[in-house]
């Protein structure tokens, strides 16, 4: 353990080290940069980072994180209301949205159906997205969870729950990514795109 | 840019991302992480790093931080008194008290004479080195400042300075590393350990 001159610069380093991919060595970088900085820096990082942690709020309607009740994508009036794009996080719904090809509204489940770590379908925001679709006119569910086990075990439970509505449920296509050669595609994914091939067709 | 559903969220990236060695992505990365961990978490980082940088101070004796007037060491009366250790900053008081090789007390320079940067003797803490070895019966001043021009510049400058003074003036040895292979060392490194070449000798 290292020893600092000043306990206030240790706990500085330790709370900054508990932050995910932080160790002491960059903990300590950081603290030492603050230190020698304009104080009202640190002051804007403290008082942003409570800011957030104290007064962000989960949107009524898609549970994405949101400054309001409702979240700027549901409040928007030119989004599409009748396509629901079902994710497992905010970090999905960026996502999306970088692409600029979903011009619809979101659905957070916070988080995936992973019996291992103890997550069942109560967990997740489930009940209110059937509850969404009882209520709306919804005509398409994108189902866009990870394509790992846990996804699909989400999407068939999903599916199942939402089987008699008339809403057509779709899940966003699995392949080989573009710009991505053959040969360092891996089996499986191969396997699925070869499985899943579509018409080619020249858009005019 | 990517646009955050939530400013409060976005003006916590912004700042995280401030930080040196931390971009866009692991400032998100890190805000989310706070915000599903427990509220006290972020309270705690918050609050830490703000004590630090408002009580946080330097040691009157050898400026070195510190949280009381006197450092640690300083008033540790197991240090040796006679030998004072001159450095950059206190990082170089950490890694040279890593080594448990020297008990003597530290001055720190608050950085080398740097003219490109418009460093000048001026602002580094030179007056208060003079001043310590005026009052105190000091033995020898080990320059344990970087091995590049600025830090040899700085030497030669402290040198000077003290030359009157009875106190003996060191600098630390460089050569190659203990560990290397001679042919990894770099030119310079290898001939200035080839000129500084001490007598072999077996410690019993």
């Given at each position: 353990m290292i020893e600092y001159s000043s306990q206030l610069l240790q706990n500085a380093v330790n709370e900054l080290a508990r932050l995910p991919g932080i160790g002491n060595k960059t903990?300590?970088?950081l603290a030492l940069h603050l230190l020698q900085e304009d104080g009202s820096r640190t002051e804007a990082l403290s008082r942003a980072l409570l800011k957030m942690k104290n007064d962000i709020l989960l949107c009524k309607k898609c549970h994405n994180i949101s400054d309001n009740e409702i979240c700027t994508i549901c409040s928007n009036p030119r989004r599409d209301e009748n396509i629901l794009c079902v994710v497992e996080d905010m970090r999905d719904v960026m996502a999306i949205e970088r692409t600029a090809c979903f011009t619809g509204l979101y659905h957070v489940l916070g988080g995936v159906i992973n019996p291992?770590?103890?997550i069942s379908p109560n967990d997740l925001n489930i009940t209110s997205l059937i509850d969404r679709l009882e209520k709306n006119e919804i005509q398409e569910v994108i189902l866009a969870l990870p394509a790992t086990i846990e996804g699909d075990t989400t999407n068939f439970y999903i599916y199942r729950k939402l089987k008699d509505n008339k809403a057509k449920i779709t899940t966003i296509?699995?392949?080989?990514?573009?710009g991505d050669a053959l040969e360092y595609a891996d089996e499986i994914t191969l396997g699925r795109s070869i499985l899943n091939r579509?018409?080619?067709e020249i858009k005019r």
């Open positions: 903990a300590l970088r291992v770590e103890g296509s699995k392949g080989v990514a573009i579509t018409t080619f």
